[in-house]
């Protein structure tokens, strides 16, 4: 059986065999890049650094509310959003130490502990890049994929950094005559619409703030998260968040895609509704 | 002689043959049989894969597995009676004294030392276990003359609660290129065939399997627990540390093997935090963490750069 020729897998082999190889310079990294991650952002000329966290675990203990009134819980706001900061305060640290200019894939969760108390674990992790020979002044952040960043990056763009704003909002309830009187109508709860939309537009506007206070030019794949975490279903936080970014080239460079239709069935790639745990992302 | 003495003293066999270093006899017969090519190779791979590795010039040779359960030794702690510590086998350490200036008060007392500290005989004793199976997977690799093996999964459990006895089990399918130069050590990677192309053609190879762990106890001292009992929202110091140290830990005990294997990084991380009881307050913070550490054999961009594509379904 003739060896089919086979350059790549030959050098491949070679440098395992102690042969060469053009290795990276420093010390050697860790990331959660997936391969397809890690290819990509070489083409761009991005090499990985190290994986990266910091976490903050929070006490979040209750704040009264009235039972009968829409309001925000601007303690729990407060605190949601500070032990969001500190844990990315302390990932950027990590970041820095090990020489990143950037971290993609930014994974920003709470978990929550049990064991009898309202423990909540904010963590953030992600992989921190570097172009080697570029000069940089801090480390941006974002939660965008390596594809999402390669094309970014080749549309023209820059990542600047994160986005995000929080709040959490008391939902009012109905008072008993009210609920008599609408048993057997199909009404508008106008108090309960008016309240989602009031909670949502503060989470958005605070992170647009966010996003002009670093002269961003606008923000990509921004979602909006709607959780009650463990505060029942009258008490949710929404957490607005998305990537700021800004023109680097003169244009936006086009990508001209080539169409596909493929024959095979593709499975269908949209987003599938989350609604079934009560908690939902919206695009 | 019966069946049940036969197989009673191939099972003695084995066991011996474990304790001198060697695979069991199970294991010994399947290499011999697919080295001499006499039994069909055996794979794991989807036709995806197998087309994908071919596409990267290699072949699939057969499954090989490693696998090996140990005791994990005890470790004595530290002890909060007096406020004093002590621990054996050393690592990090981290003190909470009593926020009111109360010194040495006893277990069921108000005031007590909170401490974090790091379980090095737990993390050395997962470690070994994990040695003694990847060098298993890595004989029988070897034994089929293959160049590595890829799609590595990994099972590691607790079979008598933690702390007691581990298993540590590796399966992947062995791959070669046939005429490429014979490796003293295989590579290992626990990437799918298809990735392992795709890594290939970008300019990077598989070089092993490396693993970080960290494992820190929190014993929450009086100030930690007055401040889970509050109403109010705060940060809880020891236990932000407790689980950061152990994050920094298994990070840095997996870049430590990067560097042992003398590769450029680590790819496909995969980190798992487990918090187990310990009794008490006490509770043991486990992050563990699994990649494939690879190297550089080529800096020039793919042969063809990825085409932009817009599906129309």
């Known amino acids: ?283 | 002689m019966t069946d049940q003495a036969d197989a009673q003293q191939r099972q003695q066999a084995s066991i011996a043959a474990l304790e001198r270093g060697q695979l069991p006899l199970a294991a010994q017969e399947r290499i011999e049989e697919m080295r001499e090519g006499r039994s069909a190779w055996t794979s794991d791979l989807s036709v995806a894969e197998m087309a994908a590795i071919g596409h990267a010039g290699f072949e699939p040779v057969g499954m090989v597995m490693g696998s090996s359960v140990c005791r994990i030794a005890a470790q004595w702690g530290y002890t909060t009676v007096y406020g004093l510590g002590g621990t054996t086998g050393g690592g990090r350490v981290r003190t909470y004294p009593c926020p009111h200036g109360f010194y040495g008060y006893g277990v069921g007392s108000e005031h007590r030392t909170g401490y974090n500290w790091e379980h090095r005989y737990y993390e050395a004793g997962v470690t070994e276990t994990r040695n003694l199976a990847l060098r298993r997977i890595l004989e029988e690799a070897q034994g089929v003359g293959a160049h590595g093996v890829v799609g590595v999964r990994i099972i590691k459990r607790h079979l008598e609660g933690v702390g007691n006895s581990l298993e540590f089990t590796c399966i992947g399918t062995a791959v070669r290129r046939r005429g490429g130069p014979q490796l003293r050590t295989p590579f290992m990677s626990h990437l799918d065939g298809v990735s392992f192309s795709k890594l290939l053609h970008g300019g990077y190879v598989p070089v092993a399997l490396v693993m970080g762990i960290g494992a820190m106890e929190i014993d929450p001292g009086c100030g930690t627990e007055w401040q889970l009992r509050s109403w109010s929202n705060s940060r809880i110091q020891q236990i932000s540390d407790g689980i950061e140290d152990a994050r920094m830990l298994g990070i840095n005990h997996l870049e430590s093997e990067v560097a042992t294997v003398d590769a450029d990084g680590a790819v496909g991380v995969e980190t798992d935090l487990a918090a187990y009881e310990l009794g008490g307050e006490s509770q043991l913070i486990e992050l563990f963490l699994l990649g494939t550490a690879v190297r550089r054999y080529a800096k020039e961009p793919l042969d063809v750069p990825p085409l932009p594509i817009m599906r129309l379904r």
């Open chain 1, 1 to 283: 059986m003739t060896v089919v020729p086979h350059p790549r897998a030959d050098a491949a082999l070679a440098c395992l065999a102690g042969h060469g190889g053009d290795r990276h310079q420093g010390r050697g990294f860790s990331s959660d890049l997936s391969v397809d991650e890690a290819v990509l952002l070489k083409e761009i000329g991005y090499e990985p650094r190290g994986l990266v966290v910091g976490s903050a675990v929070y006490h979040l203990g209750i704040q009264y509310s009235n039972w009968n009134t829409n309001q925000e819980m601007t303690d729990l706001t407060r605190a949601m959003y500070q032990a969001r900061q500190e844990a990315l305060a302390a990932m950027e640290r990590h970041a820095e130490q090990v020489g990143g200019q950037g971290v993609v894939g930014l994974k920003l969760e709470v978990q929550m502990h049990s064991g009898g108390h309202p423990l909540a674990e904010f963590v953030a992790m992600g992989t921190a890049v570097a172009q080697p020979g570029a000069r940089s002044s801090g480390v941006w952040v974002s939660d965008l994929s390596g594809q999402d960043l390669y094309l970014l990056i080749r549309a023209g763009y820059q990542p600047i950094g994160l986005a995000f704003g929080a709040c959490v909002y008391h939902v009012a309830h109905q008072g008993m005559s009210q609920w008599m009187g609408q048993q057997t109508q199909n009404v508008e709860l106008s108090n309960y619409t008016s309240a989602l939309y009031e909670a949502r537009e503060l989470a958005m506007t605070r992170m647009q703030d966010e996003a002009q206070r670093v002269r961003a030019q606008g923000i990509v794949a921004m979602r909006i998260d709607q959780k009650s975490h463990m505060w029942g279903s009258h008490v949710i936080e929404f957490l607005a968040i998305g990537t700021s970014v800004r023109l680097a080239a003169a244009e936006h460079q086009r990508l001209e895609p080539e169409m596909v239709v493929s024959l095979d069935d593709v499975p269908d790639q949209g987003a599938a509704p989350e609604a079934a745990s009560g908690d939902a992302t919206e695009g």
